[in-house]
C-alpha cells in the first residue's frame, strides 16, 4: 500500500508544517487505486491525502516550558545524571527513588542549577504508594508534563534460582509501576492535548541475554507498551519515547561491574551516562519512538537477529554478553561459598 501510494503521487507543492518543509506531488497516476482510464483524482482529493498523512508528523515538544517532570529512580546511577540533564533545562523536578537516601543530593544540585526541585521517597512496588505519588506532585506543581520512568531493580541468576519474590519484584518496578503512573498522570496530559512519557528500557529486552529472564522480559514490555502508547495517541499532544542503552558506566551495569569485577564485552562496549541524559531531552523533543545508546551500531544486528533467528542465537552469543553474565553468576556463587 505504501508503494502505490508513492507511485500514485508525485513531488510538487510544498507545505510547511510544524518547521518541516514537505513536498508532495498532487499528479496521480491512473493505473493505482482502482482507477479507470477516464477518472483521476483531483488536486483537492489529493492534498485532502497529503494533510491527512501530515497529521502524524509529531509536533516539537519544549520541555523548558513544562511545568513539571516526574523522575522515578531519580537518586540511581541513571537517575542523577537525567535530573541534571533537565534541571539545565530550567524543568521543575518531581524526584522519587526508594529508600531514597540520596535524593536530597539531587534535590540541592537541582535547586542550584536554579529550578524547583521536591523530593518523594517511597517504594513502587506498592500500589498505594503510586496513586499517592502522582496526588503529591499534582498537588505540589500544579501538573505533570513529563514522566520519565527510569526506576528499575535486576537479579543476575539463573532463573530456577530466583524466588518467586525477586520475579515478582521485578515485574512490579520495571513494567507494572511505569504502567500504572503513565495510566494516573494520561488523563489531564490528554485534557490538556500536552505531554510525554519516557520508558527507559534495556537492550536486554532486545536481545535476551542470559541469566537476565524477568529483567530482559520487563524492558521488552516497556519498548511494547511505548509503541502501543504511540499508536492509540497519536495526534492527541501526548506522545511516548523508548530509551534503549546497552552497557552504561552507571546504574545496574556499574554496580555488576563493582559487585563481580567484570567487565562489559568488548564487542559491545560501554556508554557514558550522559549519553542516556542526553538521549532523554532528544526523545522528548523531537518525539523519537525509540533511542538505542551503545557506542557501536547495533540495528543492523537486531535486525539480523530478527530476520534469521536461529544463526541470531548465535551471533548474540559471539557478543560476550552471555558470558558475561554467566561470570558475573559465578563470581556471586564463588562470593557467597566462602
Known sequence: MATAFLNAIKVSHSYQYHGLCLTVSLQARRTHYGLSKQSTLSDAQLQKIVEDAVMHVPSPFNIQSARAVLLTGASGGLGIYMARALANLGTNLALTAYP??????????????????????????????????????????????????????EFTAAYDDLTVENICETIAVNLEAPMVLTRLVLPEMLSRKRGHIVNISSLAGKSGPAF?????????????????????????????????????????????????????????????PEKVAQAVVQAIERDLPEIIINPLPVRPLLAFIALFPKVGEWVSDKTGANDFFRKVVEKQKRGKSK
Open 212 to 272: 537476565q529472564e524477568p529483567y530482559a522480559a520487563t524492558k521488552a514490555g516497556l519498548i511494547g507498551f511505548t509503541a502501543s502508547l504511540r499508536a492509540t495517541y497519536r495526534g492527541s499532544g501526548v506522545s511516548a519515547s523508548a530509551v534503549v542503552p546497552g552497557f552504561v558506566e552507571a546504574g545496574i551495569y556499574a554496580d555488576l561491574k563493582q559487585r563481580s569485577g567484570m567487565a562489559a564485552p568488548a564487542l559491545l562496549g560501554t556508554s557514558r
Open 100 to 153: 531514597g537516601a540520596a535524593l536530597d543530593e539531587v534535590r540541592t544540585e537541582s535547586e542550584k542549577l536554579g529550578v524547583r526541585a521536591k523530593v518523594y521517597a517511597l517504594d513502587l512496588r506498592d500500589p498505594a504508594q503510586r496513586t499517592q505519588l502522582v496526588a503529591d506532585v499534582r498537588k505540589d506543581f500544579g501538573q505533570i508534563d513529563i514522566l520519565v520512568n527510569n526506576a528499575g531493580v
